[in-house]
């Protein structure tokens, strides 16, 4: 059964909110809103990726079609440099965003820093009464909700259908039978069996989950990447390389990653859904059949794949915080998820999304769903996404071997204790 805000009650819904918020008066912003009627520009920074931000630029520019005298400003703000070009936009408020697309573990930081507008309050319900309770977390701060999420995700398992077969192996469920696997496909096909990267350590998350760890205990303000957990899977990352599982590279990891995947130079690679279309795009997935996708192989301990996502959130200091705010709730709305969800095999955030034909018929969603019901959820802290880069340096010493696991292990706790002040 259909469920949620269809387009046209949409609109109703949006323009009544607008003339909620006082007639003919100025916003919050100091936009004039004749009559309830939104106005200005909205300018929205995203971070999707190159094979996804044609479809959401083209999504965000149809909210002209509601507002017809709103004027939506597209920018596409790479991935890795987001972060802090956010933070400076917002710190100098200058040519910052009204609304951004912040990756989950940046919201925190942001709203601590006091740089987000609270989500309205009715808006604020409707994310804790209708969407997935794991999507919702990762919006709110000190109890308050600052960002909506727009979709949700995890890692898993790609894998080349013909090259396992051809080798005579099944997806692997373990790490060791990953190894196994790859000895098979080598002797077969001469080619690698997984593409591990290198350069980012959010790859490193399944291999220390795998061992029973994790970054940090945030309820115990203790840090935990440096305990024995966290040195076996410095020590798994190590082994994968060293014993010929897999290749790695230190730089440029997600062109290195997807290019030796799609050529079938590398039969496996771990990556989300937000590669799926990315990935439709190679040689060896012209039949997209030939593309599968298991669970992220388990540690000695278990399997475990982190909790990832991209939330939308309003810049507190934005000029049109109304239009702003219409323009988050329109993005994340029932009908706009379905859309890029058919279009992109990104997974939704709204719980009823998943009962609608077009993700229920989408075979990636359906894997991953169940993949980001059991996904490990990250510690929403502010200092998330500030632990990642000492992480990262220390992961690519120690997979590349210019460090010893258990140097890149004490290393790593060493940083993190200097960004988590008065942590154990």
């Keep these: 059964m259909r469920r949620g805000i269809a387009a046209t009650a949409l609109v109703a819904t949006l323009a009544l909110a607008a003339t909620a918020c006082g007639g003919d008066t ?22 999707s990726n190159e094979a996804e931000k044609a479809s959401f630029q083209k999504i965000a520019e149809a909210f002209t079609a509601k507002h017809p005298k709103v004027t939506v400003k597209y920018v596409n703000v790479p991935y890795g440099d987001a972060q802090n070009k956010v933070k400076n936009a917002f710190s100098s408020g200058s040519d910052a965003p009204d609304v951004i697309r912040a990756d989950v573990g940046w919201v925190a930081d942001f709203a601590s820093l006091q740089y987000l507008d609270e989500v309205p309050a009715e808006t604020a319900k409707k994310v804790d009464a209708e969407f997935l309770a794991q999507a919702a977390a990762s919006g709110k701060y000190e109890g308050k909700t600052y960002a909506v999420p727009q979709v949700i995700d995890t890692l898993g398992l790609f894998y080349n ?28 096909s001469g080619k690698a069996g997984l593409y591990l990267r290198g350069d980012d350590s959010y790859w490193f998350l399944p ?16 840090v935990t990447v440096d305990n024995a957990a966290g ?45 799926v279309a990315d990935s439709y795009a190679g040689d060896q997935f012209k039949d997209k059949a030939n593309l599968g996708i298991a669970p992220v192989p388990a540690g000695s301990v278990k399997a475990g794949a982190p909790q990832g996502g991209h939330d939308l959130a309003v810049y507190a200091g934005s000029k049109n915080r109304d239009a702003a705010h219409a323009f988050v709730e329109y993005m994340t709305s029932q009908e706009v998820q379905v859309q890029t969800a058919k279009e992109l095999s990104v997974l939704p955030t709204r719980t009823a999304a998943y009962e609608q034909p077009d993700v229920k018929g989408n075979e990636m969603v359906q894997f991953f769903k169940p993949a980001v019901d059991k996904a490990v959820e990250r510690a929403w802290i502010p ?24 140097d890149a292990a004490k290393s790593a706790g060493v940083e993190f204790r200097k960004i988590l002040k008065g942590w154990k």
């Design 26 to 47: 100025k916003g919050d912003g100091g936009e004039t809103k004749a009559g309830g009627e939104l106005s200005g520009t909205v300018t929205w920074w995203d971070t």
């Design 161 to 188: 259908k013909k090259m396992l077969a051809d080798a005579g192996v099944q997806p692997p469920k373990t790490l060791e039978e990953l190894k196994t696997a790859a000895a098979a496909i080598k002797a077969k």
């Design 207 to 222: 291999l220390i989950y795998g061992e029973g760890g994790d970054l940090v205990d945030a309820k115990n303000k203790t």
């Design 231 to 275: 040195v076996k899977a410095f020590k798994t990352a190590r082994d994968l390389v060293t014993s010929g599982a897999a290749i790695t590279n230190a730089t440029d990891g997600w062109t290195n990653m997807q290019t030796a995947f799609k050529s079938g130079e590398a039969a496996m690679m771990i990556n989300g859904p937000w590669a």
């Design 383 to 406: 200092e998330n996404g500030s632990l990642f880069e000492p992480l990262k340096v220390e992961y690519t010493k120690a997979i590349t071997g210019a460090s010893s696991p258990e």
